[in-house]
């Protein structure tokens, strides 16, 4: 392979010793820059706000992995709705295979914190503190600093380490709670060893990806950034350069002999990428859809009054941008039906959940009447969890028949307040009149609102006794 083919082969961001390239790139103006301004803003104040949202006097969303619990505003999910987790993970997965398959990479151009924050946040602070591309462009080349440049680029620094901060804070308090996070930055680092190491690694983290390694983490690192190509086609949507129309550019030979195309060289589209690439040389891994090209080949467009779009949304072969195809219409079809069965579980789900369990010890006792007929008692607990958000006053009533049986309990009628885990003991009595031939008699335990008699929920159970069966 020659030395030029090895150029080209080489990823833009990467050098022929294998080193990360400071990417520069020139500041774009124009629709699509923003519409995507107002959209980072929208989802950085989204993500800053996320750990104080309360809903009832609750973290609105909150991912308590210590206990068990989740909140997704107002909701509450716990380690038993693994289903549920299921149907949600399920549902992002398929939602963003079919957004990919349909609109390509709009997930990296639009909405993906890697892109928000990189561009919405580090890029501007970096161009207020060490000023414009041209200068920092000139430093990165290797021209000496001046002692100002030197005190921009550690303000720029301490800068990136404070948002860096502010960002892993707010990430935690999802997890932690944003109150027990509050609590926590109240005290010394010691007594919360955990989220101190945990804040401080991902603060670096952030930092080293935002402040330094940029794109190059969507091109090596980011693993949606790797499916890309067996999840896209011909017919999804990619920022595109309009060939038929640009080439020949101006200046080569061919449009001296041709005739010039709308492309008039300029290079804008290649100053402005993030990850250095030439969108002219076709769609790319390392393109990220940030749709800077489009708004700086539009200004060119317009200066030298041609047509704008000679680059643009469309789709790869040219043909036609395609919503309606197999690929896409599978992924659409998973998606609904994680989306019905999300829905199902959400709705059918209940917020107290009792299991009748069988009791230690002998599987019945025998207990003598004073009218010397026999009676037989079964040991049940009663396993409950109270997901609501008060107490909750219940009493357990059994029947066989339709008739109610004697239960002796030292918690019945019982109260389990709000997040509480309860067992109940009770001893059911039954005479022995009722047991059929196998030795089992079918009862009806249920589980009554004490303060309405009305609600109550039931579950079947078989008591035990001696068999008389063969
Ligand atoms: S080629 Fe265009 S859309 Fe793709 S990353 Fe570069 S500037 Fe963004
Ligand atoms: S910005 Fe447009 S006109 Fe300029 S080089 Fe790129 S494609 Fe050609």
């Known amino acids: 392979m020659s030395f030029e083919d090895q150029e080209s082969e080489r990823l833009s961001s990467i050098d022929r010793y294998g080193h990360k390239k400071n990417i520069i790139p020139a500041p774009?103006?124009?629709?699509?820059?923003?519409?995507?301004?107002?959209v980072q803003g929208v989802l950085i104040i989204f993500?800053?706000?996320?750990?104080?949202?309360?809903?009832?006097?609750?973290?609105?969303?909150?991912?308590?992995?210590?206990?068990?619990?989740?909140?997704?505003?107002?909701?509450?999910?716990?380690?038993?709705?693994?289903?549920?987790?299921?149907?949600?993970?399920?549902?992002?997965?398929?939602?963003?295979?079919?957004?990919?398959?349909?609109?390509?990479?709009?997930?990296?151009?639009?909405?993906?914190?890697?892109?928000?924050?990189?561009?919405?946040?580090?890029?501007?602070?970096?161009?207020w503190t060490e000023g414009d591309y041209i200068r920092r462009r000139r430093i990165a080349q290797g021209e000496p600093r001046s002692l100002t440049d030197w005190l921009r680029t550690g303000l720029k620094w301490f800068l990136f380490f404070i948002v860096s901060s502010v960002l892993a804070h707010s990430a935690i308090a999802l997890f932690s709670g944003s109150?027990?996070?509050?609590?926590?930055?109240?005290?010394?680092?010691?007594d919360n060893w955990f989220y101190f190491v945990l804040v401080s690694s991902i603060t670096g983290v952030l930092l080293f990806d935002f402040g330094w390694f940029r794109e190059q983490f969507c091109v090596i690192m980011c693993p949606y950034g790797r499916f890309q190509s067996?999840?896209?086609?011909?017919?999804?949507?990619?920022?595109?350069?309009?060939?038929?129309?640009?080439?020949?550019?101006k200046g080569t030979p061919a449009a001296k002999e041709k005739g010039a195309g709308d492309c008039v060289a300029c290079n804008r589209c290649v100053q402005v990428c993030p990850t250095g690439i030439d969108i002219r040389q076709g769609v790319q891994m390392e393109c990220i859809a940030c749709t800077g090209c489009i708004d700086a080949c539009d200004e060119i467009m317009e200066k030298v009054n041609k047509p704008k779009g000679l680059i643009r949304y469309g789709n790869v072969d040219g043909t036609s941008w395609k919503i309606k195809k197999p690929r896409a219409l599978v992924y659409l079809g998973l998606l609904l039906a994680?989306?019905?069965?999300?829905?199902?579980?959400?709705?059918?789900?209940?917020?107290?959940?009792?299991?009748?369990?069988?009791?230690?010890?002998p599987v019945f006792r025998e207990i003598k009447n004073p009218d010397g007929s026999l009676s037989y008692s079964n040991h049940l607990r009663v396993h409950l969890q109270n997901q609501t958000r008060?107490?909750?006053?219940?009493?357990?009533?059994?029947?066989?028949?339709?008739?109610?049986?004697?239960?002796?309990?030292?918690?019945?009628?019982?109260?389990?307040?709000?997040?509480?885990?309860?067992?109940?003991?009770?001893?059911?009595?039954?005479?022995?009149?009722?047991l059929g031939a196998d030795g089992k008699v079918p009862i009806e335990v249920r589980l009554v609102d004490e303060t309405n008699p009305q609600n109550f929920r039931s579950q079947n159970y078989q008591l035990v006794g001696p068999s008389h069966g063969p």
Not at 179 to 190: D, E, T, V, Y
Request: net charge positive.
């Open 179 to 190: 109150k027990a996070l509050l609590s926590m930055m109240g005290h010394s680092p010691s």
């Open 28 to 38: 774009v103006r124009g629709r699509f820059h923003r519409q995507r301004t107002w």
């Open 47 to 127: 993500f800053l706000m996320l750990p104080w949202i309360q809903i009832r006097g609750e973290q609105a969303f909150l991912i308590d992995l210590v206990h068990g619990q989740f909140a997704i505003f107002g909701l509450r999910f716990f380690a038993h709705d693994t289903p549920m987790v299921f149907f949600v993970l399920s549902t992002a997965a398929f939602g963003l295979l079919w957004a990919t398959a349909v609109w390509g990479r709009v997930w990296c151009g639009w909405a993906c914190p890697q892109t928000v924050f990189v561009d919405g946040v580090f890029r501007r602070i970096e161009k």
């Open 230 to 249: 067996v999840l896209m086609d011909s017919t999804s949507l990619a920022v595109i350069y309009d060939e038929k129309r640009g080439e020949p550019r």
């Open 338 to 361: 994680t989306v019905t069965g999300l829905s199902w579980s959400v709705a059918s789900r209940q917020e107290i959940h009792w299991n009748l369990l069988r009791g230690q010890g």
């Open 390 to 434: 008060q107490a909750i006053h219940r009493r357990i009533q059994a029947f066989a028949a339709g008739q109610p049986l004697d239960i002796t309990s030292a918690e019945n009628p019982f109260v389990a307040s709000a997040d509480e885990m309860k067992t109940v003991h009770l001893f059911v009595i039954f005479p022995s009149s009722l």
